[in-house]
């Protein structure tokens, strides 16, 4: 904490505690409590239950939690080899091809999701590549939002690596993949994982695009979310939410700990 004063450290951390719970806390413990209530009583849920995690963990909300993690997982992968790729290939061109590449791939990002929703749905649509009404048709457009955060979070790390260790590999007589892949990639590594965890969160939670998208065999677990508190099920919504929350968090904490352990290497 910047803040060395025993004065100044309390007033630092009360303002915390008043901006932290009623912005980022307060929301989700309200949903917290509502996913184990029935009804409303005044400004707070009551009737305590656990019925909506039952129904929120078998039948279609398991397949659509399986769904949301199988095209997170994919579309990750995915945005972290060709952002990892893109990153590695901006690095050796010049300053305007690599700003060139910058703008391409930050473009998803700087227009709301739906418009990219659109625009992979009229682009595939149609032969050679028809893959609307496929499960495939959502994971490319998952990886299409998730990729900026992939290749800009390689091509930071990049930018701080010392280039000394290739240089030393090279002066040793090691050929350019080999530079590559046992010493550029390593040192990577934490950045990478970092990135997949980033690309993960965001799939996961990603909807404005999906609900364009997706076929009556792909729903993923926000789109369930939104159908279910449209029809006004907010407690199984609730519950749903917190699902999606815990499955987020404890991917998240496994990719940290190999994060952590990347870092030691």
Known sequence: MLVHSR??????????AVLFVPLFALPLLV??????STHWSGAFPSGPTTAHYAAATR???????TTSLVTAVTASVIALTVGTWA???AAALGRKGKRLLDALFMLPVAVPSVVVGLAVLVAFSQPPMLLNGTRWIVILAHTVLVTAFAHQSVSAAIRRLDPMYE???ASLGARPSYVLLRVK?????????????LC????????SATMMLYPPDWMPLPVLIFTATDRGSLFTGSALAVVLMAATL?????????RTKASYR
């Open 87 to 89: 990153a590695l290939a």
């Open 250 to 258: 404890l991917a998240l904490l496994a990719v940290s700990r190999i």
């Open 7 to 16: 004065t100044g450290k309390w007033t630092a951390r009360v303002l915390f």
């Open 167 to 169: 240089q030393a590999a």
């Open 185 to 197: 990639l390593p040192l990577l590594l934490p950045s990478l994982n970092a990135a997949a965890g």
């Open 59 to 65: 039948g279609e909300s398991l397949q659509a939690l």
């Open 31 to 36: 949903i917290l409590a509502a996913s184990f």
């Open 200 to 207: 993960f969160a965001l799939s996961m939670g990603e909807l």
